[in-house]
Nanobody, 127 residues
Framework: QVLLAESGGGLVQAGGSLRLSCAAS????????MGWFRQAPGKEREFVAA????????YFADSVKGRFTISRDNTKNTIYLQMNSLKPEDTAIYYC????????????????????WGRGTQVTVSS
């Protein structure tokens, strides 16, 4: 069992920045690939970013590429999502998720491939 807790969400103006954190507890954190997903009102949950267990590989949705970065600190059992140049369309609940896999590059974008989820943190970007 892995417990995930997101933090760092809030209200920000367009063009601003936020850094989300996701703290993990339970099973060995460094064994898990991690991802960020988001869900806007009336829309399906969508992939945002993912990072391998070693942080050697990262992936981003096209909509956030160049604006968001993902990182992890396995000594702190925490991953981060640095969000810059925020846009109103980034408004959503952001979830972190953990995935135990030996094939990180396969299916990193699909929420069904993640085993554990946090409860989410709200990000609101005003225009």
């Amino acid at each position: 069992q892995v417990l995930l807790a997101e933090s760092g969400g809030g209200l920000v103006q367009a063009g601003g920045s936020l850094r989300l954190s996701c703290a993990a507890s339970g099973r060995t954190f460094s064994n898990f690939a991690m991802g960020w997903f988001r869900q806007a009102p009336g829309k399906e949950r969508e992939f945002v970013a993912a990072i391998s267990w070693s942080a050697g590989a990262t992936y981003f949705a096209d909509s956030v590429k160049g604006r968001f970065t993902i990182s992890r600190d396995n000594t702190k059992n925490t991953i981060y999502l640095q969000m810059n140049s925020l846009k109103p369309e980034d408004t959503a609940i952001y979830y972190c998720a953990a995935r135990f896999t030996t094939s990180f590059s396969r299916g990193y974008y699909a929420d069904v491939n993640y085993n554990y989820w946090g409860r989410g943190t709200q990000v609101t970007v005003s225009s």
